[in-house]
Each structure stands twice: as C-alpha cells, then as structure tokens.
C-alpha cells in the first residue's frame, strides 16, 4: 500500500507563510489525482485543495487566494503553499490520493504534518 509522507509544517504568527510537501513511498502516485486534506481538532478532516493528473486545480473556498497546490513531476512532489495564514488554518494537514467520495473509500492516512497559527 502506498505510503505518503508530508513535511514543512509548524508554528507561524497570523499572516505568515508556509510550504508544505507532500512525497509518496510509489513515485509515481503523485502523478495521479492529489489532494492536501486537513483535520483541526474535534473537527471532520476536509479536502482543502486538489490537482489532477492533467493540472485542474481545486480549492476549498476558506483557502481561495491564499493557498497554492503544485506539483513538481520531476522531484515527485507536491506542495502546498499557504499565505496570509489565520488562526483557523491550523490543523493536521495530510496528502493523499484524491478521488470521488473518499471520505468513503477507506484511505490509509500518514502521520501528517502540523501547521500552528498564532493570532
């Protein structure tokens, strides 16, 4: 079973800025549908932003204008780069496939990365 791995989280004051990564053990899953998903506390996990296989973006309205997915095919990475961070960004953010209904499909989920935003 695929495993992903996201790193570049941690503890940043309102209004700052941080890039996460998201890698995969099979390299070439992250060429396929991507998603950056995130849970804060005692809250249902929710897809924040999305890439297809073709590049078709999605995000989740909260994020619009300050959240930015990419992929680099070359390094097998993608990233989310988050700006003008809020309080109510922080939450345990993960990567993983992306697909239709998925909070349905029994996803295997990594261990994820924390982003902490300070007011």
């Known amino acids: 079973q695929v495993q992903f791995m996201e790193s570049g989280g941690g503890l940043v004051q309102s209004g700052g800025s941080l890039r996460l990564s998201c890698a995969a053990s099979?390299?070439?899953?992250?060429?396929?549908?991507i998603g950056w998903y995130r849970q804060a506390p005692g809250k249902e996990r929710e897809l924040v932003a999305s890439?297809?296989?073709?590049?078709?973006?999605n995000y989740v309205d909260s994020v619009k204008g300050r959240f930015s997915i990419s992929r680099d095919n070359a390094k097998k990475t993608v990233y989310l780069q988050m700006s003008n961070l809020k309080p109510e960004d922080t939450a345990v953010y993960y990567c993983?496939?992306?697909?239709?209904?998925?909070?349905?499909?029994?996803?295997?989920w990594g261990q994820g990365t924390q982003v902490s935003v300070s007011s």
């Open positions: 993983n496939v992306f697909m239709t209904f998925w909070k349905s499909r029994g996803l295997s």
């Open positions: 099979r390299s070439t899953t992250i060429e396929n549908n």
């Open positions: 890439i297809s296989r073709g590049g078709s973006i």
